[in-house]
């Protein structure tokens, strides 16, 4: 096993986390038949399934082309090259805890690429935040459409979404100095310790200067703007993929029903808890987003599951073969 992922899984603050991941699948099943979740999966559509596939792969190819553009990579082939790192990326973050299968992207990109672990790395952090500024962006539209089909505690959510909003355009604004800043109280940090001289201080140094560097020549309009169009076109993408899966599982639901009813799994199993897949997390938020529009709470607990099984079951498929294909080409850059 992999030192770090080992420590990850040993620390005792992450099992800490882990148990309460657990209890909110415990809890949440409880108030289910469990029966119900299998019948939903032995239930599936193959056509919509198939369709969900294709839709999980495009969701793919769009998030890659954004990174060929957050990382200035020419070439009208350059988002093809880098799909494998996005299907083993989503693969590993639903099969490792914490999030861990971030770390991935920074790695290939060495290997494969030739890329500096502060230049990707930076990009992914950037795209993490274009993110939430599209979910954020994508449910303010549509619940706003949509409000008077909603629960009314609708209307107060979105008044915390708008916050997200605001915090996250305010994180890309400032993210060169931030990352400045980090070096720096890093620097002194180490010096005072006594331990800038040692090797991984200075690779840590390093990098934090190449992601600074990164970051100021990412932040610029046209960089921004077509970052942001690609942001939302994967989300209204992804936000598809569910649809479909909800059609596989015999669930029809309006599109702006989708967006609304799934933005807040979306945004809970992008938070680092030490669950696997982010079970738990991700129903909970399905089931908080779904009861919004009006669907009893049993079947959002049972269709959040079973959408996440689905899920899990197509990085799998197709993450499992990005793995092999680096495995076997990814030990030379390119």
Known sequence: MDPSVKRTLTKPTNWLTFSGGLLLIFLLLRQINGRDVLDMLLATDPGWFLLACGVYVLANLLRAERFTVMLAMPGAWAPVTILPQMFALSLLNNVLPGRAGELSFPYYMYKRHGMSIGESGSALL???????????????????????????????????????????????????WLADAAVIFTERLLRATKRHEASPARSLIATGKQAAIALRRMRNPRTYLLTFVWSLAVWLVTFAWFAALMQAIGLKQRYPLVVVGSTFASLAKAIPFVT???????EAGWTIGFTLT??????????????NILTLLMSVIFGSAALIYLQRNGGEAE
């Open 126 to 176: 950037t795209a993490r935040i274009f993110d939430y500024v599209a979910i954020a962006v994508l449910y303010l539209f549509f619940t706003l459409r949509e409000l008077d089909n909603l629960n009314p505690d609708a209307a107060r959510i979105v008044t915390g979404v708008g916050v997200l909003l605001a915090i996250s355009v305010l994180l890309l604004v400032s993210a060169p």
């Open 294 to 307: 009006g669907m009893a709470r049993e079947t959002a607990i049972a269709s959040g599951f079973a959408v």
């Open 276 to 282: 696997i897949g982010g079970f738990g997390a991700h």
